[in-house]
């Protein structure tokens, strides 16, 4: 096998948002995270339950873009059946932001002022009861200021400072996880709740992850400190051998992977 490409790093990095979820319904958005789940069911989280993005559950190693009639069904999963699987917490979603802050409030509804949007996005969509009721994380092809900024212009997803502050038990199951992008993986400080470095990908140094977020982020060790570009971090860990195998041959033998990360 070749060296593995940034994009199958990414594809790694986001395969094991889902490890250890057992059965729960995998949401992934994108082609990376989408791959990324059908990675994980097909080595380390068998128990996965994934559909093919519309309301049929599939079984089997599927390759990204396979044609529904060579599909093998498991089931049929509507989308009232999505919202009970959501509202009981047995999903685990990864959406992608068009904006995050340092506390994991996404905004995918527009950008700039609310009445007068310099763009027009999807909309909140589902992303404040996602966030509420189960396991987030969020996949950024392009780790950039204009994506990882101080303050999001609209509050779809909810963050944890946010979450915080809600009256009563209304986000004991709020779970932000992980945040996977083209340069690093990132997650979340389980005291104050700002994102912090836990990994960059081969090739990518800490002062270029810090220069290319707007906000500060807290160290890999998690010690409550500022991330300087002169620090440490571990490493994303490299695809294996039969990982790659899977990813080039079965999953993803049209390479729809490059088209988010180019090689």
């Known amino acids: 096998m070749t060296t593995a490409t940034r994009a199958e790093i990414c594809v790694v990095a986001c395969a094991e948002a889902w490890r250890g979820d057992g059965e729960i319904l995998a949401s992934p958005m994108g ?16 128990d996965l339950v994934l559909t093919d993005g519309l309301a049929q559950v599939i079984d089997g190693d599927v390759a990204l873009g396979a044609p529904p009639d060579g599909l ?6 509507p989308y009232r059946a999505v919202l009970d699987l959501l509202a009981n917490g047995r999903r685990h979603v990864m959406m992608g ?33 996602n966030t509420v009721n189960h396991a987030t994380s969020y996949w950024a092809p392009r780790h950039s200021p204009r994506v ?7 509050v779809c997803g909810v963050g944890n400072d946010r979450a915080a502050a809600l009256p009563g038990p209304s986000a004991r ?19 104050d ?15 270029e992850v810090v220069e290319a977020t707007g906000f500060d982020l807290g160290g890999a060790e998690g010690t409550g400190e ?32 490059d088209r988010e990360v180019p090689a």
Not at 196 to 201: E, G, I, N, Q
């Open 173 to 191: 199951f709020h779970d932000l996880r992980r945040v996977v992008t083209n340069l690093c993986v990132l997650d979340f400080d389980p005291h």
């Open 31 to 46: 082609a990376i995270p989408t791959i990324g789940a059908r990675l994980a069911r097909a080595t380390f989280a068998p």
């Open 148 to 154: 990882f900024t101080a303050h999001v212009d609209v």
């Open 226 to 257: 500022v991330l300087t570009g002169t620090a440490n971090a571990p490493t994303t860990r490299v695809p294996a051998p039969e990982e790659l195998r899977l990813i080039r041959q079965v999953l993803d033998p049209r390479s729809l992977r």
């Open 97 to 129: 932001p068009a904006q995050i802050d340092a506390y994991g409030n996404a905004n995918i509804s527009c950008v700039g002022e609310w009445d007068r949007p310099k763009r027009q996005l999807l909309g909140a969509r589902g992303a404040p009861g």
């Open 72 to 77: 093998t069904v498991e089931g049929w999963l």
């Open 193 to 207: 709740g700002r994102m912090r470095l836990a990994s960059v990908h081969p090739g990518v140094t800490v002062a």
